[in-house]
């Protein structure tokens, strides 16, 4: 069988507190030629997908204090986590 059309979507749903979400979502088509890695085309489109989003998502999770809030508590923890590391 050829392969002549890829297709790749993502999505993300975020909390925005209050009751609130939003969810994001891209896709994206890809036609390849035969000799193409079909593995490769697929991680390229959903790369591309995924910071699409994430580009999307920053001035919405930006402005929701809730998000800011969460982002600075996993912060913290990663720092925890190195600190951790580094006294091995």
Sequence with gaps: MEIKTISVSYQRKFNLGDYESVEIGCSL????????????????????????????AIPLISKSVHQMNKAKIYKKTDALNEDELDSF
Excluded: R
């Design 29 to 56: 088509w890809g036609q390849i030629d035969p000799e193409e890695d079909e593995n490769g085309c697929i991680q390229y489109l959903f790369e591309k997908a995924k910071e699409s989003v994430k580009q999307a």
